[in-house]
């Protein structure tokens, strides 16, 4: 299924969202190999369920250290979560819905 998830990551010049002045929250999440990504947190992203061990899309506000994230290695636990404030983001659109980001599988999708 990681396999599969990973293989439809696709990237599109096209954006959902983009906002180049605004004051934006952010989280980055660093793992125990060091992977890191930023998104704002609201920004969906797959972890691996601890009751199932499936995946399962949670707003990255929710991530917490005891979650496992998907990367092109498999899954990895999360090290470090931070929290910041930046000026601006993209939300760039991509026929899946997925992206790579650093090796990270992150959902282009902001909110519901």
């Given at each position: ?19 180049t002045?605004?004051i934006?929250?952010?989280y980055t999440?660093?793992?125990?190999e ?12 797959p972890?691996i369920?601890?009751?199932d ?7 990255v ?7 496992q994230l998907?990367t092109t290695?498999g899954?990895?636990k999360?090290?470090?979560i931070?929290?910041s404030?930046?000026?601006?983001f ?5 026929l899946?819905?997925?992206?790579l980001?650093n ?10």
């Amino acid at each position: 299924m990681l396999h599969k998830l990973l293989q439809v990551c696709t990237i599109s010049s096209l954006y959902l969202k983009k906002i180049t002045f605004n004051i934006v929250n952010f989280y980055t999440i660093i793992t125990v190999e060091e992977d890191e990504i930023n998104l704002t947190k609201e920004h969906f992203i797959p972890i691996i369920d601890k009751d199932d061990n499936q995946i399962k899309f949670v707003p990255v506000s929710q991530v917490t250290l005891d979650d496992q994230l998907l990367t092109t290695r498999g899954s990895v636990k999360v090290k470090k979560i931070l929290y910041s404030i930046r000026t601006g983001f993209y939300s760039p659109i991509t026929l899946s819905g997925h992206l790579l980001v650093n090796n990270l599988s992150t959902s282009v999708y902001p909110d519901v």
